[in-house]
């Protein structure tokens, strides 16, 4: 079992940054990749971002590409995801999953087993 929980949402003025956390419990985190995904107003959740249970392999949706960097620290059980250059576009709540792929590919929803509750973020032009 692994519980998620985002954090670091908040408003900022396109072209700003922020800072997304995803914080897990759970003794079998380390295991799972963590994938980040959006879902705007009258929107379905989107793939935004993804990483191999071991740090490595990450994988970035189009929209992101260049703008994202997803990290994470398996020994403090957190996954981040810098966002720069923020565009009014990327206005959404952010939520991070854990799952288990054995391709490195984390945009497939079905993969993930665990959901946090979402973070709030809104950019501002």
């Known amino acids: 079992q692994v519980q998620l929980v985002e954090s670091g949402g908040g408003s900022v003025q396109a072209g700003g940054s922020l800072r997304l956390s995803c914080a897990a419990s759970?003794?079998?985190?380390?295991?799972?990749?963590i994938g980040w995904f959006r879902q705007a107003p009258g929107k379905e959740r989107e793939f935004v971002a993804g990483?191999?249970?071991?740090?490595?392999?990450?994988e970035y949706a189009d929209s992101v590409k260049g703008r994202v960097t997803i990290s994470r620290d398996n020994a403090n059980h957190t996954v981040l995801l810098q966002m720069n250059n923020l565009i009014p576009e990327d206005t959404a709540v952010y939520y991070c999953?854990?799952?288990?792929?054995?391709?490195?590919?984390?945009?497939?929803?079905?993969?993930?087993?665990?959901w946090g509750q979402g973070t709030q973020v809104a950019v501002s032009s």
């Open positions: 999953g854990a799952g288990i792929t054995g391709n490195n590919h984390y945009s497939d929803e079905a993969i993930y087993r665990y």
């Open positions: 990483i191999s249970w071991n740090g490595c392999n990450p």
């Open positions: 759970g003794r079998t985190f380390s295991v799972y990749c």
